[in-house]
């Protein structure tokens, strides 16, 4: 993969694993639609409306594993040729910043 694809997968999982999230906590109604519980959109709005430095310890921790995440990225990208020919990324260290962000997530 090439950096550019590297941020691309990293992207879409991230979007696609929030996305599950979300239609997990929701009610599925009749009409195709979801609702979202209201304790979950009182706790986001006021996350989104916080600077990552006013948000409590233990809610900065998705935060951080959503960044140790990217620096797995950036560090793969060192293993790219200069000429942003394609390698096999490592992984494991991604994979395993998922699911860290997922068990923290699902509390």
């Known amino acids: 993969m090439n950096k550019t694809d590297l941020l691309a997968d990293y992207a879409h999982k991230a979007w696609s694993g929030w996305m599950n999230y979300l239609f997990g906590l929701s009610t599925h ?57 394609s390698v096999t990324p490592k992984t494991s260290d991604y994979d395993s910043v998922i699911w860290k962000l997922l068990r923290h997530t699902q509390r």
Request: charged residues 30%; without cysteine.
């Open 29 to 85: 109604n009749d009409d195709g639609t979801v609702t979202i519980p209201a304790w979950a959109v009182e706790r986001w709005k006021r996350q989104a409306g916080t600077p990552y430095q006013g948000l409590p310890e233990d809610e900065k921790l998705s935060d951080i594993a959503e960044a140790e995440k990217i620096l797995a990225l950036v560090k793969t990208f060192t293993n790219l040729h200069a000429d942003n020919t």
